[in-house]
């Protein structure tokens, strides 16, 4: 099965500021057809989670433009340009390339 | 707009079963495949199971793998989970999630707590 790797566990930071997220996988996530199965969901308290970018970089319908996704192969990076306090909750990485399909660990926001 | 609606959750003793359901509308549900994911008590999120739009074929994490079954019924838009020998470990908050055209869970319900204990 591929491990799906997250870095920091948790962060905090102020708004305004930049915030990143790393997200490694243990086998590459490109397919032959050169799309990459990579996205990222934020799950607020209460709440289930819900998609923000997919396809490594491509946000989901109406996610804010601070949301960018990036990277290639194993190595992927979120990250929000300025955290405002609706970002705060746990994000997630998911592959979807291989099954079992398996989500990071999370990494918790929270705001300064 | 898109809705996933699960329900079935409950307080069930070891060993026992219990039937999810997941209906669905907004959406031609019988074009999508869907999914199931669940969620320990202030754990993160795990891959449950899938099945394609037309039922053709179904995989299973191997956490429960031979205990879960995922079903549908496209004449009625409802995803399900028939959940057999349960233990302590399948407690949790069950979501139904449906895979977009790009291999992505889209849209998600709100889902429905399962507690297994004596």
């Known amino acids: 099965d591929i491990v799906m790797t997250q870095s920091p566990l948790s962060l905090s930071v102020t708004p305004g500021q930049p915030a990143s997220i790393s997200c490694r996988s243990t086998r590459s996530l490109l397919h032959s057809n050169r799309k990459t199965y990579l996205q990222w969901y934020l799950q607020k308290a209460g709440q289930p989670p819900r998609l923000l970018i997919y396809?490594?970089?491509e946000r989901f319908s109406g996610v804010p433009e601070r949301f960018s996704g990036s990277g290639s192969g194993t190595d992927f990076t979120l990250k929000i340009s300025r955290v405002e306090a609706e970002d705060v909750g746990v994000y997630y990485c998911l592959q979807t390339l291989h099954l079992p399909f398996t989500f990071g660990p999370g990494t918790k926001v929270t705001i300064k | 707009q898109v809705q996933l609606v699960a329900s079935g959750g409950g307080v069930v003793q070891p060993g026992r079963s219990l039937r999810l359901s997941c209906a669905a509308s907004?959406?031609?549900?019988?074009?999508?495949?869907m999914h199931w994911v669940r969620q320990a008590p202030g754990k993160g999120l795990e891959w449950v199971a899938v099945i394609p739009y037309d039922g053709s074929i179904t995989f299973y994490s191997d956490s429960v793998k031979g205990r879960f079954t995922i079903s549908r019924d496209n004449s009625k838009d409802t995803l399900y989970l028939q959940m057999d020998s349960l233990g302590v470990e399948d407690t949790g908050v069950y979501y139904c999630?449906?895979?977009?055209?790009?291999?992505?869970?889209?849209?998600w319900g709100q889902g429905t707590l399962v507690t297994v204990s004596s």
């Open positions: 999630a449906r895979q977009s055209t790009t291999a992505n869970f889209d849209y």
């Open positions: 907004g959406f031609t549900f019988s074009s999508y495949g």
């Open positions: 396809d490594v970089s």
